[in-house]
């Protein structure tokens, strides 16, 4: 539970209020975001609590190269929150994303698998 400046606890909040005011009310990301786009780690250092747990646990998470739809599985945040979320992260160089070639419209088959692979270990 995360704690106010005068060190009493913050209040629970609904998770749908909270994903609101974390996103600032935004449903689409900065930048086009695809589901299957991979994301890692931009930095080997835990964030601190400057800020949200949001971007902590997403820092955490990408660790591992995961994708976007594997990040909003395993934050339990619906998948436009994480887009917002994540694009953010890449604006301020927490996170790298690598956004699938597209060969043809399609993506290409490996990812897919790779995609698949991961959300099969969830």
């Known amino acids: 539970m995360a704690s106010w400046d005068n060190g009493e606890p913050e209040p629970e ?55 976007v739809a594997e990040i909003s599985a395993l934050l339990s945040v619906p998948l436009g929150v994480a887009r917002v979320l994540i694009a953010d992260m890449e604006a301020d160089g927490l996170v790298r994303v690598y956004q699938p070639q597209l060969e043809a419209g399609l993506p290409d088959r490996s990812l897919l698998e790779r995609v698949l692979s991961g959300l099969r270990r969830l």
Request: charged residues 20%.
């Open 13 to 67: 909040r609904s998770s749908l209020v909270r994903m609101y005011a974390v996103t600032g009310g935004r449903t689409t990301p900065r930048t086009e975001l695809a589901m299957e786009a991979l994301v890692s780690s931009a930095t080997s250092a835990q964030l601190g609590m400057t800020y949200t747990r949001e971007y902590r646990a997403i820092s955490e998470l990408c660790r591992q190269v995961r994708s």
